[in-house]
């Protein structure tokens, strides 16, 4: 083998083209189900001609020969044979057949031992020249124009000094605040969000009905078309110059340096925030001069301004002569004067969002997640890839400690990129595999360095030396850089792929495709609340947009039936057979598959079969009486069947109850109230039983995921059930009290999503670093068999994991800090790929550096995560205080070294993060931290899971939720109306709001709102006939009408589930549940208000000085 640019054996590259030709993208190709919000997913599959396709005549047998000791029972037309009765008689042990393979005996133990993998000969794609590709036009707008003026931002440089004195007083201030006379004290609203109980809603009988389900997916408008149509690569011209003058001189040149690029002017150290929120980077009126205006990163810091501070006790609030009298106390702080979260993501969609964030600098602090941005990769991962809590990490361990500063990495491997960004080149080097360190194994990327005229490249991480494969030979140019550098991903890109080589496999073994098992609880509740006929009618239509590669015809994924209640049924849908045949196990303590041949088959060639399948299942059960349900035979049948086919695959679950019938894995109610705020709570969070655990490990082993659709009308301990869709990287939806009128449309949604959306299996992950920090802790959805693998069943583009980081020796400033994740994943296909992203983060030894580039959303992410782990092991409040105190030991440090001094009446935030303190207070006083009367056990660890496996965006707006004025939308313009900050005295009697937090969204109506917006959103002449039983907001012919579900549909699509409609009108009993989520007021639950809680920190933070 020779160098490079030699023949192809592997799979082909694509088309000529400019960039990184024909690099095969694994794009996947394809239309929308319509009604799937499909904002942030490439949709993956192709049209497809329907139902009435033909059954190719051949049946299609995954596999031979596995034992059978079920009883077959041919599913005639004729129902009545098969009523649950009929059933029953079935659920003798099966006699017949051999015994089947001893369950749990064979796990495949081959936890991937990754970092054995060699590396050897290397071939190479073929180079092109890169050409520069077109910003894509203009992005969404996104909060446009209309900031939303809060009212004199001028009263910047304020201070809180008014500190614990003045809290009761603040307290009884808030307390009064209110809208329409509902007093703060009323009783606590029954039901939560994301649990609604039927207490408290209405009845929903008689309420109009949600407009019809969607019918099945049409062929449709976008498929993602060839290579052809993606953006090239994009050999964007040298970063600009003025951002270069950013980074100044090669190292960070201590305090004095200009900013950074990517940050809000806050030119030196020196120049603190002393209360002067917001407003920071437009040109604020009152800096003057100071400012130069600064829009972009990348244009020159002007002078610092003089830093201004108050006395705290002639704090002039600009508001007070608009302020009602009742509202006006004396020490009163403003709260348009202390950091609004809403400015700081203002102004960064203002600043940031115009210009696309291109990676080519090291430790470049991104947009905030709330701006709408473009990447361009130029070596460096996207950061809707990877995201840092700071991008510039203390040198010394030391210095770590001091500050408190958590650093953590919050990944997200598959993440879904908008159409106008390119997805990772997947580079084949044919059957000598990526190219890798001799020592760490870390994977070539852009900072190997290449020595000895390009004989040898010297690993970034360990710094091993190690020999260039012949064939991958490149000669240098004059800067030392390979002359092929643009034409290689692995050189070049923050994010590529190879593909990987049998070495990768387990068993050494190229992998099958997938399978998903859809496994459907046929208990009463389930028959009787229409579930089990919804599901099955979905599942014909739905079963044709299963996730395929992109340029293939069809799903490479087979699938499977299995529906139960005390005992499994098992279906074959062989495409030979006539009718499906059932299959009854009742031995549940001992789960065997009692088919393999016409278990699990092409939906293509078994597309009759199937239907008939679907079309019976709802009359089979139509009469059963059958109350119990098991749960973990479920599981374990499902990864039988995954086992004896010899593939990796995912089960999904639709489940309603607590299983109590008696087989492995059955549970007991033990929810207790009483336990809350004990030392016992913690139990609340933990499984009843280490079944579920042991059990997560076998079918991690077997790349077996588990998605769970819960519709539970009590208890049915989420903590334990939701242990094995947790451990295998799987998804839990909750619908409490599931109605079909309200939920399907919900549920529906949410089931397509998960079905279509980019998942891989079998997948592991590995974070190295370069010398002087390591991976020390994980969070998210997965099991780690050893120290530093996360490994996971499936993984799909929604999930995250964040990683924290320690130091273990000293780092330098210099060379920075390195990051690279490789992420081993089996395709839907079946493809063995290898995802690797790279981040290179600068190092400092002066805090103030630290403290320039954090990032408040990805540290909140981490500590929420940190802390929903906590309440497994310690009590809640102490996990509280342990928050607060880290927090205030941030600040306080801060404060202490970065700071010029002051007086310790000053409350002193550093910019990026002075939104900290607010944040922090909405995780303290979420439901799992602190919950509210409302709110069940199964809701706190359903959102605890959620949560862990959150992006930074997600977390952004489940802990502040968006709030914004539907009647001040412009309806004849795509943007949203400028969003407002979460408190009741932020909203009008006269205004209609809309606030999201990714699981709900809810429409509060004021009692003053004009008659004529009632009937042009509602269709109701008056306030008092809105019915806040709509699930959906009725479909008008006006243009407020059409604005409003514009934005709904809009909000819809940018998150990962589909949220909870629910309307609100004020001073009714569902509003108690919508002040809730009025993050900045004092909750119901005791958690303390915004204005409160700063008030809290500044007496932490001057305690730890003092
Ligand atoms: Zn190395």
Redesign the pocket.
């Known amino acids: 083998m020779s160098v490079n640019q030699q023949a192809h054996t592997g799979p082909p590259y694509g088309q000529p083209q400019p960039g990184y030709q024909g690099y095969q993208q694994p794009a996947y190709g394809g239309q929308s189900l319509p009604g799937v919000p499909q904002a942030q997913y490439g949709a993956y599959n192709g049209p497809v001609p329907g139902y009435q396709q033909p059954v190719p005549p051949q049946g299609y047998f995954p596999s031979l020969g596995f034992p059978s000791k079920g009883s077959p029972v041919s599913l005639n037309s004729d129902t009545s044979s098969l009523a649950p009765n009929f059933i029953g008689s079935l659920r003798a042990p099966p006699t017949s057949g051999a015994p089947p393979p001893a369950s749990g005996a064979s796990h495949p133990s081959g936890h991937l031992a990754y970092s054995q993998f060699d590396h050897g000969d290397v071939q190479n794609g073929i180079p092109a020249s890169a050409a520069p590709v077109q910003r894509p036009p203009a992005s969404q707008p996104f909060l446009p124009g209309s900031a939303p003026t809060p009212v004199s931002q001028i009263s910047t440089f304020q201070q809180y000094g008014p500190p614990p004195a003045s809290v009761q007083q603040l307290r009884n201030h808030m307390a009064g605040m209110t809208i329409g006379g509902t007093a703060a004290s009323a009783p606590p609203p029954a039901g939560l969000g994301y649990g609604v109980g039927p207490s408290s809603y209405p009845p929903t009988t008689g309420a109009p009905r949600p407009p019809a389900m969607p019918g099945p997916p049409l062929p449709g408008q976008t498929v993602a078309g060839p290579p052809s149509s993606q953006p090239n690569h994009i050999s964007s011209p040298p970063p600009p110059s003025t951002m270069a003058g950013l980074h100044p001189g090669p190292p960070m040149s201590g305090l004095h340096g200009p900013p950074p690029p990517t940050h809000p002017p806050q030119p030196g150290y020196q120049m603190q925030q002393n209360g002067s929120f917001g407003q920071m980077r437009g040109p604020p009126p009152n800096y003057g001069g100071a400012y130069p205006g600064a829009p972009n990163y990348g244009s020159p810091p002007g002078p610092p301004p003089p830093p201004k501070r108050l006395d705290p006790d002639s704090i002039p609030s600009p508001q007070l002569n608009e302020l009602p009298p009742q509202q006006k106390p004396r020490h009163r702080i403003d709260p348009d004067a202390i950091p609004s979260p809403i400015q700081v993501i203002e102004d960064d969609r203002n600043n940031r969002g115009s210009e696309p964030f291109v990676t080519g600098v090291r430790g470049q602090v991104p947009p905030l997640v709330t701006t709408n941005f473009l990447v361009k990769d130029q070596g460096n991962a996207s950061p809707r890839y990877i995201r840092c809590t700071s991008y510039n990490i203390p040198c010394t361990s030391d210095m770590a400690k001091q500050s408190q500063v958590p650093l953590a990495a919050v990944i997200k491997p598959l993440a879904a990129l908008p159409p106008e960004e390119t997805v990772p080149y997947l580079v084949d080097h044919g059957e000598s595999g990526p190219v890798r360190?001799n020592?760490?194994?870390?994977y070539m990327c852009p900072f190997m360095q290449f020595i000895e005229g390009g004989r040898r490249f010297q690993?970034c991480?360990?710094?091993?030396v190690t020999e260039v494969p012949p064939h991958y030979f490149q000669h240098l140019d004059h800067t030392g850089k390979r002359v092929d550098f643009y034409d290689r991903p692995e050189l070049s890109l923050g994010s590529y792929e190879f593909l990987a080589t049998v070495d990768y496999c387990k068993n050494n073994k190229f992998p099958s495709p997938p399978a998903f098992i859809f496994m459907i609880d046929v208990s009463y509740n389930a028959v009787k609340s229409g579930l089990v006929r919804l599901i099955c009618e979905e599942l014909k239509s739905l079963l044709d947009y299963l996730p395929r590669e992109g340029n293939m015809e069809e799903s490479a994924i087979r699938v499977g039936f299995v529906t139960y209640n005390k005992v499994l049924h098992f279906y074959n849908v062989k495409s030979s057979l006539a009718q499906p045949q059932m299959m009854v196990v009742s031995d549940v303590a001992d789960m065997f598959v009692p088919l393999l041949d016409g278990f699990l088959v092409n939906v293509n060639e078994s597309r009759t079969v199937i239907a008939s399948l679907l079309d019976q299942i709802p009359e089979m059960f139509a009469d059963t009486r059958e109350t119990e349900t098991v749960f973990a035979p479920v599981i374990q049948a499902g990864l039988e069947a995954l086992k004896a086919a010899e593939c990796a695959g995912k089960l999904f679950i639709f489940h309603t109850s607590l299983p109590i019938a008696e087989a492995p894995g059955k549970l007991k109610n033990r929810d207790d109230r009483k336990l809350i705020n004990t030392d016992k709570e913690k139990t609340l969070f933990q499984p009843q039983t280490s079944f579920y655990n042991n059990l997560a490990k076998d079918c991690v082993a077997q790349g077996c995921c588990v998605d769970l659709f819960l519709f539970p009308n009590q208890y049915l301990d989420v903590a334990t059930l939701g242990v094995v869709p947790y451990q295998t990287g799987g998804s839990i939806y909750k619908y409490a009290y599931f109605q079909l009128e309200t939920d399907q449309y919900r549920f529906l949604n949410d089931l397509r999503r998960d079905v279509q959306k980019e998942v891989g299996f079998d997948a592991v992950m590995r974070v190295r670093t370069s010398t002087g920090i390591r991976a020390t802790d994980f969070f998210g959805a997965f099991y780690m068999s050893n120290t530093t693998d996360v490994e996971m069943a499936g993984l799909d583009c929604d999930k995250t994991i964040t990683v924290e980081f320690k130091h273990d020796d000293k780092l330098s400033e210099d060379s920075g800090a390195l990051l690279q994740c490789a992420l081993l994943y089996t395709s839907c296909a079946g493809q063995r790929r290898l995802r690797i992203h790279n981040l290179s983060l600068n190092c400092c030894t002066q805090l103030a550096d630290l403290y320039r580039n954090c990032e408040t959303d990805t540290l909140i992410n981490y500590l929420a995560k940190y802390a929903y782990r906590g309440v497994l092991s310690s009590p809640v409040k102490t996990v509280r205080d342990a928050l607060i105190n880290q927090c205030a030991q941030i600040l306080a440090c801060y404060r202490k070294n970065c700071a010029s001094p002051s007086s310790a009446g000053q409350l002193i935030l550093p910019e990026c993060m002075k939104l900290l303190p607010v944040y922090l207070n909405c995780v303290l006083k979420s439901d799992v931290l602190q919950p509210g009367p409302e709110v069940t056990t199964d809701d706190r660890a359903y959102v605890r899971q959620l949560v862990t496996s959150m992006d930074v965006a997600e977390t952004n707006v489940f802990f502040y939720p968006r709030l914004l004025p539907l009647t001040k939308a412009d309806v004849d313009s795509d943007s949203l109306p400028a969003a407002i900050r979460n408190s009741e005295e932020r909203l009008s009697k006269g205004d209609i709001y809309l606030l999201e937090n990714g699981l709900n969204i809810f429409v509060w109506v004021g009692v003053n709102v004009q008659q004529g917006l009632i009937q042009n959103l509602f269709g109701v002449s008056s306030f008092s006939q809105i019915s806040n039983a709509l699930s959906t907001l009725p479909v008008l012919e006006n243009p407020f009408s059409k604005k409003v579900r514009a934005i709904v549909d809009m909000l819809q699509g940018q998150r990962s589930r589909y949220m909870k409609l629910i309307i609100v009108k004020q001073e009714d009993k569902l509003e108690m549940l919508f002040k809730h989520f009025l993050v900045e007021d004092k909750s119901l639950s005791g958690g303390a208000s915004y204005v409160d809680f700063l008030c809290h920190m500044h007496k932490e933070i001057r305690q730890l000085l003092s």
């Open positions: 360190c020592r760490c194994k870390a690993c991480f360990c710094s091993c």
